[in-house]
C-alpha cells in the first residue's frame, strides 16, 4: 500500500465506495511503481429501484497506464450475498495508440479569441469546459459500426451493400461539472496532458 500516494489514497476514501476493496486492486496491479498522476471516478447507476456503484480508478506510472473498475453486485448464483468486482488492465504507454479529448463549453462567449497579428488569435477570458471525454486506445477494443450503403441517385433502388467504420475504444471517461464538479472536469484535462506528454516520451523512445 505504500507506493500509492496519500493524494490517491485519500481520492479513493473521497469516493466513499468500499476503499478498501479498491486500493487493494490497484495497489496490486501498481506493484514497485510510483504514481505520476491518477484519476477517480465515482458513478452511480439506477437499476430499477436499486442503485449500483462504479468506482474507476486510472493511475499514470513512468511505464504503464493502470485503469481499475470496482463494481456492485447483488447476490446471485456466484456468491449468496452482494459483492464487489475489481477487474485492473495494464498497459504499456508505448502500445497506446491514441489520447482523444472531447471538451464541451457551453455557451462561449464571443471575447474568449480576439483577432491577433498576422492571423493568429489571442486568447482572451474562455468559458471554462462544462463536460470533458477522455478516450485512451491501445488496439485491444474495437467497435465495427454498420449501415446500408446508398449512391447518389435518390431512385436507386439497387442494393448497394454496407458501408461502415472501425474505431478503437479501449477507455473512455466522461466528467461533467454539473454531475462532479468543475474541478472534476479540470483534474480530467491535466490528466489528459500528463498522459499525452508522458506518451509522447515512450513513442520518441522506441
Request: proline residues 5%.
Amino acid at each position: 500500500m505504500s507506493d500509492l500516494t496519500p493524494d490517491l489514497l485519500a481520492g479513493i476514501e473521497a469516493a466513499g465506495y468500499h476503499p478498501e476493496a479498491v486500493t487493494d486492486g490497484v495497489a496490486s496491479a501498481l506493484a514497485d511503481e510510483s504514481v505520476l498522476d491518477f484519476l477517480v471516478h465515482h458513478e452511480p447507476t439506477f437499476d430499477r429501484d436499486e442503485i449500483r456503484r462504479h468506482v474507476t480508478v486510472v493511475v499514470l506510472t513512468a511505464t504503464r497506464l493502470l485503469v481499475g473498475h470496482t463494481d456492485e453486485h447483488p447476490a446471485d448464483d456466484l456468491l449468496p450475498t452482494p459483492y464487489t468486482a475489481t477487474t485492473t488492465e495494464a498497459v504499456g504507454l508505448d502500445a497506446i495508440t491514441s489520447v482523444l479529448v472531447n471538451r464541451l463549453v457551453a455557451q462561449p462567449q464571443a471575447g474568449d479569441v480576439r483577432p491577433g497579428r498576422r492571423g493568429h488569435g489571442q486568447r482572451g477570458h474562455l468559458t471554462a469546459p462544462s463536460e470533458a471525454v477522455l478516450t485512451v486506445s491501445w488496439g485491444a477494443v474495437r467497435h465495427v459500426d454498420l449501415e446500408p450503403a446508398s449512391c447518389a441517385d435518390p431512385d436507386c433502388e439497387a442494393d448497394h451493400g454496407y458501408t461502415g467504420s472501425l474505431t478503437a475504444d479501449d477507455f473512455s471517461l466522461r466528467v461533467s461539472a454539473t454531475a462532479d464538479g468543475g474541478d472534476a472536469v479540470e483534474r480530467l484535462l491535466g490528466f489528459a496532458r500528463t498522459l499525452s506528454q508522458a506518451t509522447a516520451r515512450a513513442t520518441a523512445r522506441t
